[in-house]
């Protein structure tokens, strides 16, 4: 799992932000696309491609992509 690969997966789950536009330091949080909603999309898409779970606490705890990333291979 690297990094690079985490942002193509989550950008998939987006409706209008280009992958392009995200790096590790986005804060994920102030995208367009950004909903509770979203946030279940993406614990779904983690427990489907990365066998692992994460949580709502997870995300409130994370501010970068970055941040989000390192919460996910810590599991």
């Given at each position: ?7 193509e997966k989550f950008?998939?789950c987006l ?13 994920f949080?102030?995208l367009?696309?950004?909903?509770s ?12 491609d990365y ?9 409130k ?15």
């Amino acid at each position: 799992m690297d990094i690079n690969d985490f942002i193509e997966k989550f950008t998939a789950c987006l409706n209008h932000s280009p992958a392009s536009a995200l790096l590790p330091e986005t804060e994920f949080r102030k995208l367009e696309d950004w909903s509770s909603i979203f946030a279940l999309i993406v614990i779904a898409m983690v427990d489907s491609d990365y066998n692992k779970v994460l949580s709502s606490e997870d995300i409130k705890n994370s501010k970068t992509l970055s941040d989000l990333f390192n919460v996910i291979e810590s599991k």
